[in-house]
């Protein structure tokens, strides 16, 4: 959904980049290609062998696009060719590059600093290769920069304290699935502009700053599956256009604060396995009212289950927590839920039997509990 966007905003830099371009060096771009074609040591596909001629125009290379005068290189994309190899300095002498996308290869090595060239970057797209080193700093300089992923592979090391300092564009930043460890520094809060971070499935440390509340513009927030410990900044309930927020898979302790309870735009809210804890607010679900996944399991919540979760739309999990008390009737009013998952909790008492002709609700689970009841032969 948000790439489209910048799909959309790329080709309108291509566009205008035209206008730039005053001297043909076309020779200098393809001098860049080959180089980058030389360090291609795996090729399933014969593109390199077959397609990326050294007797035709660069710009007639499956992958390569042109301004229309054939000029300059102006994106390359070389996403699922199935290529190995490391990459070149010299593809930085691309300085026209709008564009660049890399994805779902198996490039490694080091991304080198001949890069830092590459002024016009818009997109920027390096997912799912094996890719290592640190993140490098010089990536704050690539201030047109509006999408960065390099997700899924093998960086570590902190994050660059100034990563954000450069980049005003930055939009969506995807570093997730890679070996980065660290603290999370206020440094972020410098991407004021970002839509959508994904720091998931990670190493990071430490807190979670409080100036993530900086971010106003963000959409998407995955810290998931990192080791992440401490409060939940209250400042996050300053996220007002915040859809989806995944804090799950940490040691993050203390209560929900209650001003996550009021983001409105929130669809998924997992803080799922973590070691958090305290009463859920009676009223959890009547400010969320685009929730369609709420995630609570595996932390320590206790008390009673808040009377609003007949509000809840979708999805529930509270399974694995300390909450106790009995099933309210109410519960036989769950219009909107078709996932509820209460199991090993302390909850007790009759089983409303209205629960059971509850049509939405396409799976239930109330194991490990004390409760009474039967379930109904014709369920
Ligand atoms: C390479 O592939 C492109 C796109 O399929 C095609 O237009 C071009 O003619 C091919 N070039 C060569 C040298 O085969
Ligand atoms: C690159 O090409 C693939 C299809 O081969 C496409 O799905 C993807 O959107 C393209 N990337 C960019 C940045 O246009
Ligand atoms: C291309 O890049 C390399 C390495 O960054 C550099 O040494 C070389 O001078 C550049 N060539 C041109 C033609 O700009
Ligand atoms: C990725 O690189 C590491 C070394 O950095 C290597 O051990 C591993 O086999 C590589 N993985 C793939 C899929 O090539
Ligand atoms: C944010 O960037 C400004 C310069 O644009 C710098 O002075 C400030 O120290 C940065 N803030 C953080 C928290 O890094
Ligand atoms: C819940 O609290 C107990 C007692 O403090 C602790 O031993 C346990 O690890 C906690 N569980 C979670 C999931 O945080
Ligand atoms: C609910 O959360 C618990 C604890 O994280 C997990 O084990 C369980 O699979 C989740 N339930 C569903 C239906 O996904
Ligand atoms: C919830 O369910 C009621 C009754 O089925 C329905 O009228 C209402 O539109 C639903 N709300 C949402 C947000 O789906
Ligand atoms: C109920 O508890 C037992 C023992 O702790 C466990 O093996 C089982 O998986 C639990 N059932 C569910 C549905 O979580």
Redesign the pocket.
Known sequence: MERACYYFSVGLLLATSLLAVGTADIINDKSALVAFKNHIVLDPHSIVAKNWSISSSVCDWNGVTCDSGRHRVMALNISNMGFAGTIPPQLGNLSFLVSLDMSNNNFHGHLPEGMSHLRRLSFMALGNNNLTGEIPSWLGVLDRLQYLSLTGNNFFGDLPANICDNVPNLKELDLAWNQLSGQLLSGLSNCSGLKSLDLSYNQFNGYVPKAVGNLKMLEELDLGDNKLEGPIPNEIGNLLKLESLHLGWNSLSGSIPVGIFNMSPLRTLDLGHSHLSGVLPSNMCHGL?NLEEIDLGGNNFSGAIPASISNC?KWVNLSSNLLRGPLAPEMGEL??LTRLDLSNNQFSGKIPSTIWSLE?LDHLSLANNSLQGSIPDNL
């Open positions: 009212h739309l219009k909107n939405s």
